[in-house]
């Protein structure tokens, strides 16, 4: 069974909007972490922002927010008025933490091709 | 400005060549990854390394092998290089706490022929 799923494999939006990515993960343990990374066309993966199992706010990072519902296993991206750089494959992660100290690697998703039309 | 840095960018190997893919991290992480990446189905992690000598198979191993005699360094063994192993090889290092961000060389675009 698939970690980590992105159900949007591309998407077109307006400069300005708001756009979500969305991502679900899968894992029973109690400790794991979820990231955000960038890849533009030039194809250097660039880390977005972070967010805890056990952090109880909402991640943010200037533009970029994380909308985590644990319940529902899920991290969408929030990117707030959107740039024509924004444009790139955006890739959902998940890390799952060892009882004693220490964590797996990242486990990705298939990635969302994000295009932002002027 | 810290740095990951895979030995070549492209490489185009015949069918049954041995080839190593080197990666070199100066950031001192004791974790260090190899990714393949091909369109549509993101990254898979192939190994990855949590301390010198030591490797654990990620999700797709077979076909691969990895060495890592020093901290900094982590090398990928393709023992007899197929077709189906052209693509895209990402190497990553990060710390070994959980919330800690995977720094990612620029890749290596691997042919084989």
């Known amino acids: 069974a698939q970690k980590i799923t992105q159900t949007q494999p591309g998407m077109f939006v307006q400069e300005k909007e708001a756009v979500t990515l969305d991502c679900t993960y899968d894992t029973s343990d109690q400790s794991y972490g979820l990231f955000w990374y960038k890849q533009p066309s030039s194809g250097e993966m660039i880390f977005l922002i972070y967010?805890?199992?056990?952090?109880?706010q909402n991640a943010t990072e200037g533009r970029y927010s994380l909308n985590f519902q644990k319940a529902r296993k899920s991290a969408n991206l929030v990117i707030s008025a959107s740039q024509l750089g924004d444009s790139a494959m955006y890739f959902c992660?998940?890390?799952?933490?060892?009882?004693?100290?220490?964590?797996?690697?990242?486990?990705f998703g298939k990635g969302t091709h994000l295009i932002i039309q002027p | 400005d810290v740095k990951v840095t895979q030995s070549s960018r492209y490489l185009v190997k015949r069918t049954g060549e041995k080839v190593f893919l080197e990666c070199v991290q100066d950031m001192d992480h004791e974790n260090m990854f190899w990714y393949r990446q091909d369109p549509g189905l993101g990254l898979r992690l192939i190994y990855f390394s949590y301390d010198v000598k030591m490797k654990e198979k990620g999700d797709i191993p077979e076909g691969y092998s990895v060495s890592r005699e020093k901290k900094e360094r982590f090398s990928l063994i393709l023992e007899s290089a197929s077709t189906n192993q052209t693509s895209m090889y990402l190497c990553?290092?990060?710390?070994?706490?959980?919330?800690?961000?995977?720094?990612f060389g620029q890749g290596t675009r691997l042919t084989v022929v």
């Open positions: 992660a998940m890390r799952e933490g060892y009882s004693g100290g220490g964590a797996d690697g990242l486990t």
């Open positions: 990553a290092s990060s710390g070994l706490q959980l919330n800690t961000e995977a720094f």
């Open positions: 967010q805890g199992s056990y952090d109880e």
